[in-house]
């Protein structure tokens, strides 16, 4: 795990330019990279998902009829949950004091939180404006992100090191 953690920050690192470290903190540069690598992820295994797995039909659970986008939705959220724990613990915002366990615990609410706003902004994309279910969870997960951002940075993986040079 160590070798691919550093694989991947020497990947993120190369695309990390003089020019954008006068505008963009590493945090902020790691932090969109990770997730914008995991969102890829996930809005690709969702089309696969819809598509191929599910083709389109309504899963029919018994009780509940289910959409074949939220179903999906609910099907990829747990891989990429941990893909997206993993990279942000061990890659975009490591620096945090507290113990794994209490990240994961407060990645899981904060990704819970986004995971109600982004099936919500589905299913109004799909139903209500009449987008087609992948470009609309592209939409919906881009609502999302700047909530999740704000929280992993201030609440999942605080970071109480004082500034460099204090």
């Given amino acids: 795990m160590e070798r691919l953690k550093h694989a991947i920050s020497s990947v993120i690192d190369r695309f990390y330019f003089p020019f954008l470290r006068r505008i963009i903190p ?26 191929f797995v599910l083709r389109k039909h309504n899963v029919d659970l018994g009780f509940v009829v289910v959409s074949p986008y939220v179903m999906s939705n609910v099907i990829v959220y747990p891989i990429t949950f941990f893909t997206g ?21 407060r990645y899981l609410l904060t990704s819970i939180g986004a995971f109600i706003m982004t099936v919500a902004c589905l299913k109004f994309f799909v139903e ?39």
């Fill in 26 to 51: 590493s945090t902020t540069f790691r932090y969109a990279a990770c997730g914008g690598g995991n969102m890829l992820f996930d809005i690709f295994l969702f089309a696969v998902m819809y598509n």
């Fill in 85 to 105: 724990f993993w990279l942000m613990n061990n890659v975009a915002l490591a620096g945090s004091p507290l113990s794994d366990h209490a990240k994961l615990f």
């Fill in 128 to 166: 209500v404006l009449h987008i087609y279910p992948t470009p609309a969870k592209m939409l919906a997960t881009g609502v999302s992100i700047v909530f999740s951002y704000l929280m992993q940075l201030n609440f999942t993986f605080p970071d109480r090191r004082p500034p460099k040079g204090k």
